[in-house]
């Protein structure tokens, strides 16, 4: 879900005839000037615009799990972000001064920065606010948009879902004003078996009301109905267990989570079988691998059950990969992180690279580590990192997709709007 977003996730807004308000991560964003000095406690070196609170939760969620104390600096900062209403925005560059109308704040860093402190026990006031405030900005359907108020989103439903359960509240007993639970907005966003792209996970429902396969949307969705978090361990239960339903797109009454689950998965696991990878296209480019959401759904078909379909992929993501995160930076290196996790890989040896030391060199020095997660100097390489792009999605790209399509709100952390294919 995930540079989710993946995730991951941050959104474009483009309505044509209203205001236009980019919110993604910024490919090639302006790097850091010495007129625009961003703050030190911050992971990555360029533009955190639109991306800051996302970067930051995953940098901060990623060190948690493979034993790392992230800098007191860094996790003050995130919490740092919080309105006073308990929501989070991409990015407020002077958090002293207060929210008001006019701050973006939205569910994905909202979602994003609720797992990262619950990991990391900060105070029961900041995250009893951040799940009070997804719980008040939930859509009568039962699931979220990117923004409150906007339609809702796979992505955006099961990075909250996810949120959720780290902050010990069980999805099935958050009911809409309709009485209707988030799991009953993603199983209505799963694609029939008897259409293309059966058993997959749209990412919003078309014009029409139609259900498109999007790769992204169903690795975050097979975690969202399994009720898991962007670092979701590997099902060891489950794991390897054929049945007839991890085997077959299952469809009929009833429909439950656990079924949508499976058809995800095995959509997931059909995407990458052939090449170890996802591809994204844009219009008039050739297709082009899609790093990001590979990890994702490594993470996903891990937590899922089917660890043996993540070989490909991940060895895939061993070999290529490494260039895709140097360039993307900290939220690149913790979606590599999940998915080493997911398939109880050594991140510390990934590829032959180091992912928890190069994490860590893109932002302050780690209150607690061992020799592998020191920074490689004094500066914590935040210097070498200065031609990060923090997430691999074109700001301008996206912009201009949403000016051209029309398509409205919501595209999210790695392309999760762009057309993927197997």
């Known amino acids: 879900m995930f540079v989710r977003r993946s995730a991951a996730v941050l959104a474009a807004t483009a309505v044509i005839g209203t205001a236009f308000a980019p919110a993604a991560l910024a490919d090639e964003s302006p790097g850091a000037t010495p007129s625009q000095a961003f703050p030190s406690a911050l992971y990555g070196s360029t533009d955190p615009t639109y991306d800051g609170v996302w970067r930051q939760s995953l940098a901060l969620l990623a060190q948690d799990t493979v034993g790392v104390k992230p800098a007191k600096q860094a996790v003050d900062w995130l919490a740092g972000q919080q309105c006073e209403s308990g929501a989070f925005a991409a990015y407020r560059p002077d958090p002293s001064a207060k929210c008001d109308a006019k701050t973006k704040v939205d569910t994905n860093s909202t979602a994003a920065a609720l797992q990262a402190l619950e990991a990391l026990d900060a105070s029961d006031a900041v995250t009893g606010a951040a799940v009070k405030w997804l719980k008040s900005v939930q859509n009568k359907d039962g699931g979220w948009g990117y923004f409150p108020g906007t339609?809702?989103?796979?992505?955006?439903?099961?990075?909250?879902?996810?949120a959720l359960d780290a902050g010990d509240t069980d999805a099935k007993d958050v009911p809409s004003k309709d009485d209707r639970t988030p799991y009953d907005a993603l199983l209505g966003l799963s694609v029939p078996c008897d259409e293309t792209g059966g058993g997959a996970f749209?990412?919003?429902?078309?014009?029409?009301?139609?259900?498109?396969?999007?790769a992204d949307a169903t690795a975050a969705g097979v975690l969202g109905v399994l009720g898991e978090g962007l670092d979701a361990d590997p099902d060891e239960d489950g794991a390897d267990k054929a049945s007839p339903k991890a085997s077959q797109c299952v469809g009929g009454h009833p429909f439950t989570v656990e079924d949508a689950a499976a058809n995800g998965a095995l959509y997931l696991a059909g995407a990458v079988a052939k090449n170890g990878y996802l591809k994204s296209s844009l219009p008039g480019a050739e297709d082009q691998p899609d790093y990001g959401n590979t990890a994702d759904t490594v993470v996903a078909l891990a937590a899922a059950g089917r660890t043996a379909d993540t070989g490909k992929p991940l060895a895939w993501?061993?070999?290529?990969?490494?260039?895709?995160?140097?360039?993307?930076?900290?939220?690149?290196?913790?979606?590599?992180?999940?998915?080493?996790?997911?398939?109880?890989?050594?991140?510390?040896?990934?590829?032959?690279?180091d992912l928890v030391k190069q994490l860590g060199a893109t932002g302050p020095a780690?209150?607690?580590?061992?020799?592998?997660?020191?920074?490689?100097?004094?500066?914590?390489?935040?210097?070498?990192?200065?031609?990060?792009?923090?997430?691999?999605?074109?700001?301008?790209?996206?912009?201009?997709?949403?000016l051209v399509g029309g398509i409205g709100i919501g595209f999210l952390l790695s392309g999760r709007n762009k057309k993927q294919q197997p």
């Not at 339609?151 to 996810?162: A, H, M």
């Not at 999940?338 to 890989?345: D, V, Y």
């Not at 031609?387 to 949403?402: A, K, N, P, Q, T």
């Open 151 to 162: 339609p809702s989103d796979t992505n955006s439903t099961s990075v909250v879902i996810g």
């Open 202 to 214: 749209a990412f919003q429902p078309d014009k029409k009301g139609k259900l498109a396969a999007n």
């Open 317 to 353: 993501l061993e070999k290529n990969s490494g260039t895709w995160a140097a360039k993307s930076g900290p939220a690149a290196y913790a979606q590599l992180i999940f998915a080493a996790n997911a398939t109880g890989t050594d991140p510390r040896a990934f590829g032959g690279a």
């Open 366 to 402: 780690a209150a607690s580590s061992d020799a592998s997660t020191a920074p490689a100097d004094d500066k914590n390489d935040k210097d070498a990192a200065s031609d990060e792009d923090d997430g691999g999605v074109s700001l301008w790209w996206i912009i201009g997709v949403g």
